[in-house]
């Protein structure tokens, strides 16, 4: 495949991942009371791929283009970028706080509600950029890995839909505010594909790439370990979350060794 082919479906991976927001705002409209057991179980999935591709996949190859201290070190920075990210997004407005998911009868105040929208939106959206330039870079080394990644992250972003649409919609009554609201705070992801692709494409050496991928490594280890499990574990779905965990693991294991 020539690189404006990997380009395109990197893209196309990115936006995929982003746009599954909407995804959740549609389901909010049919579903009164999400299924917290899928819910977990699939959170768990997602996590479940994403730590095994960092650590058998993304960080090895890491390792052996620009050796061990440089991939730790470009590890170590993924992790504080997106860290940085989390802090400095307020706490009640922080994707990680998905309380009341199960039970949208809310407070009644719309001004209040339609506040706690637009902030998840915005924080949403964030959280997503970095997001789209991991799902960005995976896939213009390895489709195999895109493809992956995206999925997880198309999972993990369901329910952020869901903790958009579902404030905005109490507080408007409006179904098709709730869906666009949530819909644009996925956009961020394909954005930040597309910043990745203006930045990194005219320097995009080997060992570049190489630094980047144990950078998205470091993103997705952050993002499992500190949103990803401890959502799918506050519903009490524990033994579904393990269930989860192992069960994208063997899926990314099996893939690994076949494709």
Excluded: W
């Excluded at 009644?108 to 950029?129: E, K, P, W, Y």
């Excluded at 869906?179 to 930045?199: D, H, I």
């Amino acid at each position: 495949m020539g690189t404006s082919g990997s380009v395109t479906v990197a893209l196309a991976l990115t936006l995929l991942a982003g746009l599954s927001t909407g995804i959740g705002s549609t389901i909010a409209y049919f579903i009164r009371r999400p299924r917290i057991a899928y819910l977990s179980f699939s959170l768990g999935l997602s996590a479940g791929v994403m730590i095994y591709v960092s650590f058998v996949e993304l960080l090895p190859s890491a390792t052996s283009r620009v050796g061990e201290p440089l991939s730790v070190l470009f590890f170590f920075l993924g992790i504080a970028f997106i860290g940085l990210i989390d802090q400095l997004v307020p706490e009640p407005e922080n994707p990680h706080n998905f309380e009341g998911l199960g039970n949208p009868e809310g407070p009644q105040d719309n001004s209040r509600l339609m506040r706690t929208g637009m902030m998840t939106a915005v924080a949403i959206g964030i959280h997503n950029f970095p997001e789209g330039l991991a799902t960005f870079a995976s896939a213009m080394d390895d489709v195999r890995i895109g493809v992956f990644i995206a999925i997880a992250l198309a999972i993990h972003n369901i329910p952020e839909g869901i903790a958009v649409s579902m404030p905005i919609y109490y507080a408007t009554q409006s179904r098709n505010k709730a869906f666009f609201y949530s819909f644009l705070s996925g956009v961020s992801e394909p954005v930040g594909a597309l910043v990745g692709f203006l930045l990194l494409m005219p320097f995009l050496t080997p060992a570049l790439l190489a630094g980047v991928l144990a950078l998205v490594a470091g993103v997705m280890i952050y993002i499992s370990l500190d949103e990803l499990l401890p959502m799918a574990h506050s519903y009490g779905q524990g033994h579904l979350v393990i269930s989860g965990i192992s069960l994208g693991m063997l899926v990314m294991a099996i893939s690994l060794l076949l494709l």
